[in-house]
Every structure is written in C-alpha cells, then in structure tokens.
C-alpha cells in the first residue's frame, strides 16, 4: 500500500466492488481516500446491499470519488417470501436509486451456499430486482455462489437484457465466457493474486480483456500476503498487477482496459487525473 509520502501512480483504476462502509474502512475512512488516490485509483462503487447498508451510504459517500448501488443481498430472501414483501421492498429501494451517485442495483443474486435464504425465496427477489433494473436502464452486481445455472437461465428469460458484472468471479473460463456470452462482465479481485486459486487465475489469463472489471470487495477478501481485513481500494494496482502477470502484458495495458470497461459498463464520469 503507498504510504502518505510516495509518488501517485502513472495508471489509473476503478475499484468496482468495496463496502466502504463497513468496519475497519470506516473507521480510518480519509486515510484510505488518500492511499487510493495515491495510488491511482481514481473511483469506487460501492455495493450497499440491505437496508442498514443503505442508510450508511450518505454519509460514507462524501468523499467525490465515491458512487453507489443499492439492492437486496440473497443472504435476505427469506425476509422477503411474499408478494407483498418483495413489493414493499422494491418500493423502498427505489428512492435510493433515483439518488445524483447511485449507478447500479446490487449486490444482488443468488446463493445455494448460505443457511439463511433458500433458493426458491431469493429468485422471486432477484427477478424484482432484475426487473427493475431494467425499467431504469440500471446495470446489476450480481453475486452467485452454486447457482450458475439457474442464473444464465434467468439471463436467457430475459433475452440478455441485463447488463452488469458477475462479482468476485473464481470459477473457470468455460462458465466465464457463457456469462460473457449472457451480456455480463467478469469482477476479478484477490482470489487471482494467490497461485493456489488455479481456475480464477485461468479465467484472468484466457477470457476477453474487453468484459474485465476490477475489485477488491474490501475488506471481505483477501489478497495474497494480506489478510481480507486490511485490504482497501489502495489495494487494486496488486490485482490489475497479477492480471498483467497471468497475461503477459503491461500493467498499463490492464489498467487502461479495465478502467475504460468500467467507466463504460457504470456510466463513471472520467476524471481528470490528479497525477
């Protein structure tokens, strides 16, 4: 991580997927605005993904290279079981939506691997969710954990419509590219800084560049040598790093395709440089 004293970096980021708001980051939040920046991470989207989280976003997001989702994790489903749940919810989420910062709808999905929700509750909210997004010209954060299929199905009901990134992305390139194929972006984070991480870092190697994002879903994932809870948005140059390794190619050519994919997939305004 640059210290407060070190040289901003020639390239620039986006960080697509941090929960700033959530502790430790919270808690030193202006310190970690200035390691970013120096190093070369020009803008964060930040996922808030249940009511709490929403409430959060205003005042974490004071700092202007802060831009935000909102949506209903699947963790929650089964809060939401009935017509009328999903109908207030929705209600309520979309004031949050209508906000000058607000980009996306998410974090958002499906989760065969969670005790918490069933299947069966969270693909009715998905689909509201979906819905809406549509309805708004919104691109979706989708998390999915042992639900691919189920998930290109949806994708393919609503004839590829849905445009947005596939978070955290671990598994092989075949689901990759079928994902890609669906009109969906890939969000490759720490998992490809660790060796031992061998189909994320096969797909980071292989897939098209031109639907690659980057993230580092701070402070929830680690990175090779660093624990998930220091991990920060200064963190970004290390994953475009090991992309650029896996490929073969400059960090340059990873920071320039990465940042313009997620500037064009969100609508990020471009910024001027700092440097």
């Known amino acids: 991580m640059p210290s407060d004293h070190e040289n901003r970096s020639p390239n620039v980021?986006?960080?697509?997927?941090?929960?700033?708001?959530q502790s430790p980051l919270c808690d030193r939040i202006e310190k970690v605005a200035h390691r970013f920046a120096c190093a070369g991470v020009q803008q964060c989207l930040v996922p808030a993904y249940d009511r709490q989280s929403w409430d959060q976003m205003p005042t974490q997001l004071a700092?202007?290279?802060?831009?935000?989702?909102?949506g209903i994790h699947p963790w929650l489903a089964n809060e939401y079981q009935g017509l009328e749940q999903r109908g207030e919810i929705i209600n309520d989420l979309r004031p949050h939506l209508d906000k000058p910062?607000?980009?996306?709808?998410?974090?958002?999905g499906l989760d065969t691997k969670t005790d918490s929700s069933t299947l069966a509750n969270q693909i009715p909210l998905l689909e509201s969710q979906l819905e809406l997004a549509l309805n708004?010209?919104?691109?979706?954060?989708?998390?999915?954990?042992?639900?691919?299929?189920?998930?290109?199905?949806?994708?393919?009901?609503?004839?590829?419509?849905?445009?947005?990134?596939?978070?955290?992305?671990?598994?092989?390139?075949?689901?990759?590219?079928?994902?890609?194929?669906a009109g969906l972006h890939l969000?490759?984070?720490?998992?490809?800084?660790?060796?031992?991480?061998?189909?994320?870092?096969?797909?980071?190697?292989?897939?098209?560049?031109?639907?690659f994002v980057l993230?580092?879903?701070?402070?929830?994932?680690?990175?090779?040598?660093?624990?998930?809870?220091?991990?920060?948005?200064?963190?970004?140059?290390?994953?475009?790093?090991?992309?650029?390794?896996?490929?073969?190619?400059?960090?340059?050519?990873?920071?320039?395709?990465?940042?313009?994919?997620a500037r064009a997939l969100f609508k990020l305004p471009k910024l001027e440089s700092t440097n």
């Open 13 to 21: 980021y986006v960080d697509t997927h941090c929960h700033i708001y």
């Open 63 to 70: 700092h202007d290279r802060y831009f935000s989702a909102y």
């Open 101 to 108: 910062r607000a980009l996306a709808i998410g974090e958002i």
């Open 136 to 181: 708004l010209n919104l691109p979706v954060i989708l998390h999915c954990r042992g639900a691919f299929d189920t998930l290109l199905s949806i994708l393919a009901n609503h004839n590829h419509k849905i445009r947005g990134v596939l978070h955290a992305y671990t598994r092989g390139p075949e689901l990759g590219q079928q994902l890609i194929n």
């Open 187 to 211: 969000g490759f984070g720490g998992h490809i800084t660790r060796p031992e991480a061998k189909r994320a870092c096969l797909s980071a190697a292989a897939l098209p560049l031109d639907r």
């Open 215 to 261: 993230e580092t879903d701070a402070p929830n994932i680690a990175l090779a040598g660093i624990p998930a809870e220091q991990v920060e948005p200064a963190h970004i140059p290390l994953i475009a790093q090991a992309m650029a390794d896996l490929r073969n190619v400059s960090l340059k050519t990873i920071a320039d395709a990465t940042t313009a994919n």
